[in-house]
Structures are given as C-alpha cells and as structure tokens.
C-alpha cells in the first residue's frame, strides 16, 4: 500500500474526544455525557464502547471516527496502551470481507505517522498482516521479507516479536498461495532459533519440512538438515521423512511409507505425489553415479511398468530443467548430459575445486600454445 498521511483535524484535543463521545451516543453506545479528565483515559473508554458500533458503522463513518482517533494517539505521544488497543479493536472487532481493505488503509494512516523507528510500529504492521492474511489481501501491504527484516531491525523489538512476525507473514503468504514467498520467511523463522532455544520450534520445523517435501518444484532440502530446530527432530519419523527426501532412494520411501501409514496420513502428504518426486530425486542420484541410464534399471528402480511410462517421465524430468538428457529408443536407454544434484556439500565443493583447477591449466596450456604459434608466425 502507497504511503499517505495521517489525518489531523483542526480542534482541540478534548473538544474533539468530546465530539467522538457524543456521536457515539447517539449511535448507541452506553456512555454518560461527562468526559474523562485525562485524555489518555477518555480514549480508552471511547475505543472501548467502539465494539458495538464497529460492527455495523458504514465505511465513510468508520474512516472518519478512526483517523479521528489516529490525531489523538499521535498527539497522546504514542502512547503504548492506547496505540495496541486502537489495532486490536480495528482488526478484531466488526472486520469483513466488505470493510478489510479500508481498516488495512487506516491503519496505514496510524503506520506512517508513527516515528520510523516507533517500535508500535510492528503492533500497527501486525495488525495488517492479520486483516490481509484473513480477508485475502497481502498484496495492500508490504510483505517482501528483506524490507520486514530491516523494519524488525530498526524498531529493536524482542526475538519473540520477530517470530510472532515471521509466523504472521509466513501464514498470510502461504493463504495467498505465494509458496516461494513464503518458503523464505519460514527458513528466516527457523534460523532464529539456535541450540538452546531449538526445541520451541518443534511444530515450525515439522511444517517446514511438510511444506518443503510437498511443493512440486523444490527437490533440493539438505540445506533444512543444518538448521538448529530441524535438527532437534533427529529420530523422530519427520526427520527420517526428510533424510530419505534429501538423500534416499524411492525403495527407502516405500520401506518408510509401510512402516510410518499412520504418521503419513496426519502428515497431510499425498503418497502418489511423494512417489513421483522420489522417483525424480532417485534419478538425479542415478545420473551422478553414471551417464547411461537402462530403461531395465528404471523399471526395476523407479517401478515405472513400461517403455511409455519411462519415456513420458522422462520428458517430464528434462522440462523441469533438473537434467539434461535423451532418449535412445533403439538400445533402450537413456544418455544423460548434465544433471542437478541433491546434495551439495565438502565433497561436491572439493569436486568442483578439482573441475575448476583442471579447467585453469587446460586455459594456461591453451594460451602457452598460443603465444608460441604467434611468436614463430612473427619470426
């Protein structure tokens, strides 16, 4: 949502808390004529007897009364009760489909007149993630995790605070279906927790490996392993799940899936689309350990019954970009020419330093006989 600004309205402080007291009045709500002494006391009760009438104000009036609230917050010097209380009964009380874009919009207004570096700030922003992700509308707000990390940063707030942040976005991402999105601010969520505090993460972990083995598009996971929270898990069947995702063979899932039925079903994964992803990540481990591959050894591995079948997931695989092959249809194989790996870690760098150090010399000889030939064509 684009900037704008906060509303302030040219009357006095207590006349103009005077005048929200008579209109509620006479829209209903149980309150006496006499205000309160202090105008930090008089908002308070005014947001209290809002509940009713939020629930049925029209937008023109629930804009007009909120920013009216809004002047009188920033002149209370941001007070902290008030500034929550003001978020809670925006978001919590009367919200709808009909009225959610227009409260994200007013608490916008409380938002930018809020010093940048206000810590109620984040209360404001929670706020709005929480009528977006309810009522569909995360593309009003900001959400690209890099600018909440550096907002998160400069209001200093706890590590709870980040994670309750973290778990909002994450939620109101995923209910918009952007996955990658959301992937990320989860992974963020899960690198906040280290050894000691690990262990509060249970539930986070074990959803960000169902998230990650259920996506159709991510086959890449060892990088999960090293997260502290992850970690914790060893043992328990999520964890067995993952290893056998990031490093095992489509028999091992099967070996699993008779064993773990029960866990499975909870689980929430689809046992089909578990199969069809193991049998791409056991043939990117096929192809690193050899460049042709039998059509036999992909019945025998993968259980694909005919040549069909084996040619139709084999173009499958070559569209997902995870492999560059052909199909030898005479000699029933298949010729792999490039291939992406499941797993990347000491052995595969030390490969690659190898690969790269030979490619140098290979350059140096290259260009020695180069600056020979053109020495004997000078001479």
Not at 4 to 27: G, H, M, N, T, W
Not at 87 to 106: D, H, P, V, Y
Request: negative net charge; aromatic residues 8%.
């Amino acid at each position: 949502m684009e900037s704008s600004l906060p509303v302030f309205i040219d009357l006095p402080e207590k006349d103009q808390a005077q005048e929200i007291r008579q209109y509620l009045i006479s829209a209903g709500s149980d309150l006496s004529s006499d205000s309160k002494e202090s105008i930090h006391e008089e908002l308070s009760c005014l947001l209290d007897a809002c509940d009713n009438w939020l629930k049925s104000a029209s937008d023109d009036d629930l804009e007009a009364m909120m920013n009216s609230f809004i002047s009188l917050i920033l002149f209370c010097t941001f007070d902290d009760k008030l500034t929550r209380k003001f978020c809670a009964k925006l978001t919590e009380m009367g919200a709808s489909e009909s009225n959610a874009l227009l409260r994200i919009k007013i608490l916008n207004n409380l938002f930018v007149g809020l010093p940048e570096g206000n810590a109620l700030r984040y209360d404001v922003y929670i706020g709005q993630l929480r009528l977006a992700s309810k009522f569909g509308h995360t593309n009003a707000i900001i959400t690209q995790l890099k600018q909440v990390k550096e907002w998160l940063k400069m209001w200093d707030i706890s590590i709870e605070q980040k994670r309750t942040c973290y778990r909002e976005l994450h939620t109101a991402l995923k209910d918009e279906h952007k996955s990658e999105q959301a992937t990320r601010v989860m992974l963020e969520l899960l690198s906040t927790y280290d050894e000691a505090s690990a262990s509060l993460a249970k539930a986070d972990a074990e959803n960000c490996i169902l998230n990650f083995i259920k996506k159709p598009d991510i086959f890449i996971m060892d990088h999960l392993l090293n997260l502290k929270p992850v970690a914790v898990l060893q043992g328990q069947p999520i964890h067995k799940l993952l290893e056998i995702f990031v490093s095992g063979q489509l028999s091992d899932y099967l070996d699993f899936h008779s064993k773990n039925t029960d866990f499975l079903k909870k689980s929430g994964l689809i046992h089909e689309q578990n199969i069809h992803k193991m049998r791409i990540l056991t043939t990117l481990t096929l192809a690193i350990q050899q460049k042709e591959i039998s059509f036999a050894t992909m019945t025998e591995l993968l259980g694909l019954k005919d040549d069909d079948e084996i040619e139709e997931f084999v173009i499958d695989l070559v569209k997902s970009k995870l492999m560059h092959a052909k199909i030898d249809q005479i000699n029933q194989k298949i010729i792999i020419r490039s291939t992406s790996r499941r797993t990347f870690g000491k052995a595969e760098w030390k490969e690659l330093e190898s690969k790269l150090e030979t490619w140098l010399d290979n350059f140096q000889t290259i260009r020695t006989n180069l600056e020979q030939i053109v020495q004997v064509g000078g001479a």
